[in-house]
């Protein structure tokens, strides 16, 4: 069974940094786009930050010079690295991945359960 296990979320006051970090396990051939995406209260998810596996990232606008995505393919981790954080920075974080388990077979997209990161102003 596939799982994306979350960590470093929290809580942090305005101008401050977290890291965020999440691991894929269990059995599967290859994974490839991995990103963040988060979801603030009353409002819909949206994409944070996404790499491949050859490590091309893509960010949103609103993160661009603040946030850095970063991955190690020989962990199955991704990493988010969140500096200069705002109060509309607070949501849920979740991690995504799109994981192939066998040959020949499509990447099915996965998510994790999320974590709440929260900057007080």
């Known amino acids: 069974q596939v799982q994306l296990v979350e960590s470093g979320g929290g809580l942090v006051q305005a101008g401050g940094s977290l890291r965020l970090s999440c691991a894929a396990s269990g059995t599967f051939l290859d994974i490839d786009d991995m990103g963040w995406y988060r979801q603030a209260p009353g409002k819909q998810r949206e994409m944070v930050a996404t790499?491949?596996?050859?490590?091309?990232?893509n960010r949103a606008d609103s993160v661009k010079g603040r946030f850095t995505i970063s991955r190690d393919n020989a962990k199955n981790t991704i990493h988010l690295q969140m500096n200069s954080l705002k109060p509309e920075d607070t949501g849920v974080y979740y991690c995504?991945?799109?994981?192939?388990?066998?040959?020949?077979?499509?990447?099915?997209?996965?998510w994790g359960q999320g974590m709440q990161v929260t900057v007080s102003s």
């Open positions: 790499i491949t596996a050859d490590s091309t990232t």
């Open positions: 995504n991945a799109a994981i192939r388990l066998r040959e020949l077979w499509r990447a099915n997209d996965y």
